[in-house]
Structure formats: structure tokens, C-alpha cells
């Protein structure tokens, strides 16, 4: 039995090179991926961002949720009381 793996990887797209102290420094880069999110306004009339496509909410702020319970509401009179499912 034999098995054949191959695939390209540029790593010269993901990576950069700083200079400090006159040493070149390369390290990667990964690109953050950017999500269109919505924002919907629950039951409890909190309003809350989800994504428009899949399951990632990467760099958006507050309450981005793929999965938002209906019953979503805050503890107390503003987001940093919490929130109750």
C-alpha cells in the first residue's frame, strides 16, 4: 500500500521581515478573516450582532453569536451586569 501526499505552501505571502538592531527578523502572518455580521434585536429587546454567513464572529463587539437563545436578556441595566440565558 502506498500513499502520496502534495500541496503547494507559499510562505513567502505569509510572512514578513523586520529589521531591529540591523538583524532582518522574519516571522507569519496570518490574516485575520472579516465576517459580514447583522445586528438583530431580540424578544427581550437587547441588540445583538450575528454573522450573516457560518459560525465566526471574529473582531466584532458586543454579543456576536452565531446561536442567539431568545430568551438572551441582561442581569441588570446594561451589558456589563452579564447577561441571562
Known amino acids: 500500500m502506498a500513499l ?3 500541496f503547494r ?3 513567502s505571502s505569509m ?3 523586520r529589521v531591529s538592531r540591523g538583524i ?3 516571522y507569519v502572518v496570518t490574516p485575520i478573516a472579516t465576517t459580514e455580521i447583522a445586528e438583530v434585536t431580540l424578544p427581550s429587546g437587547l441588540p ?3 454573522p450573516t454567513e457560518g459560525d465566526q464572529c471574529w473582531s466584532a463587539f458586543p454579543l456576536c ?3 442567539l437563545p431568545e430568551t438572551l ?3 441588570g441595566g446594561d451589558l456589563q451586569s ?3 440565558p
Open 48 to 50: 445583538a450582532l450575528t
Open 9 to 11: 505552501l507559499d510562505v
Open 65 to 67: 453569536s452565531p446561536q
Open 24 to 26: 532582518p527578523i522574519t
Open 73 to 75: 436578556r441582561l442581569k
Open 82 to 84: 452579564g447577561l441571562l
Open 15 to 17: 510572512s514578513e521581515t
Open 4 to 6: 502520496t501526499i502534495a
